[in-house]
């Protein structure tokens, strides 16, 4: 006799036997959408049918839910697990693959958002995505995908926080759209192309409101940036990774521009994202005082990506396939999990689920 379960590691469902064959036991306050708790003393009755739903309830149960999540626009999906095991073909015990629409829906990125650390990995992850893997995606991962991007757009509106990025996403994005919902001539994407049109919309109006949006003055009464010493803001721009935000900064005061305009700033800057590609493995032998390495660098930026950096970062367990969160973590059954871990570039994400 076959096994009758949502998975055959798992206990299984629970039966009992009546008069007209085997029912599957479903307990009220379980299964149902309201999760309202019944009288003890009608759970404790002689009445089996109380203790046990019928096929055309329980149909009807998941009609319900199922309109609820369809008409609810603005529902999120929410597991219990923040880990994904991603599979790429069929073996005795799964069958068929993970795609990239399921792991969007899996990972918490509504939430992962609200960590600063994660920030831009998120946002760096969703402009791949709007570049190259929106015909990949199912319906409900649509929708996630939307949900999520609308949340980023109220967090920099709200914070101020890396607008720019999130500037570059949704261009990316806007292009992406135009091409192939109104320069193709028909959509190629799953769903009504009036939706993706009004989605297009709301990209349009959400540029619109970061384009006009104003960081206010903030009064502070104690010791602001300009009180450091100038050694204090070299360093502070030696952090700095990202050339667009050396130049802005340099924006701020006559003192900043002279300091972000210095060669051993854009050297190192130079040394750090181009030193291990070809041809540029002797960047730091260069001992010529004539060199312009503020030139060199964006020479160079527009023949090699740049080096990223992230404060948080999806990781991959190769003992066990399962893609997840760090701070989550996942049931490792290695001897040493932590041998087994591998940081995951957004890049990386992307091509672990094509096929």
């Not at 939430?111 to 893997?133: G, W």
């Not at 995606?137 to 949900?147: D, P």
């Not at 602001?224 to 900064?249: E, G, R, T, V």
Request: aromatic share 12%.
């Amino acid at each position: 006799m076959p096994f009758l379960g949502k998975d055959w590691r798992s206990p299984g469902w629970s039966w009992t036997k009546t008069d007209h064959g085997w029912k599957r036991i479903v307990f009220f306050g379980h299964e149902l959408e309201d999760n309202k708790e019944m009288d003890l003393k009608e759970l404790c009755s002689d009445n089996n049918e109380n203790l046990f739903v019928g096929e055309v309830c329980e149909l009807a149960n998941t009609k319900r839910k199922k309109e609820f999540y369809n008409n609810n626009t603005k529902s999120q999906f929410v597991f219990r697990d923040k880990w994904i095991y991603v599979q790429k073909g069929s073996t005795k015990e799964r069958h068929g693959y993970c795609t990239l629409g399921e792991a969007l829906n899996r990972l918490d990125f509504s939430s992962a958002i609200q960590d600063l650390r994660r920030f831009n990995y998120v946002a760096k992850l969703f402009q791949l995505i709007a570049r190259s893997q929106l015909t990949s995606l199912s319906g409900a991962a649509q929708k996630n995908y939307f949900n999520i991007l609308e949340k980023i757009v109220r967090k920099v509106l709200e914070d101020h926080y890396n607008p720019r990025l999130v500037k570059e996403l949704l261009q990316d994005l806007s292009s992406t759209l135009h091409s192939l919902t109104i320069h193709v001539g028909r959509c190629v994407l799953v769903g009504n192309v009036n939706i993706w049109l009004c989605r297009l919309e709301t990209i349009i109006k959400w540029q619109q409101e970061l384009n006009n949006m104003q960081i206010p003055k903030q009064m502070y009464t104690g010791m602001s940036f300009n009180d450091l010493p100038l050694h204090m803001h070299n360093k502070i721009l030696c952090k700095l990774s990202d050339a667009c935000d050396i130049i802005n900064l340099g924006q701020a005061t006559p003192t900043l521009h002279i300091l972000s305009e210095n060669r051993t700033l854009w050297k190192k800057l130079c040394q750090f994202h181009f030193s291990d590609k070809p041809f540029c493995r002797n960047l730091g032998l260069t001992r010529g005082d004539n060199v312009d390495w503020k030139l060199m660098y964006f020479t160079l930026q527009k023949h090699y990506p740049m080096k990223e950096q992230y404060g948080d970062t999806l990781h991959f367990c190769k003992h066990c396939s399962i893609l997840f969160w760090k701070d989550f973590g996942h049931p490792c059954t290695a001897n040493d999990p932590d041998s087994c871990l591998m940081p995951i570039s957004p890049q990386h994400f992307i091509d672990l689920f094509r096929f």
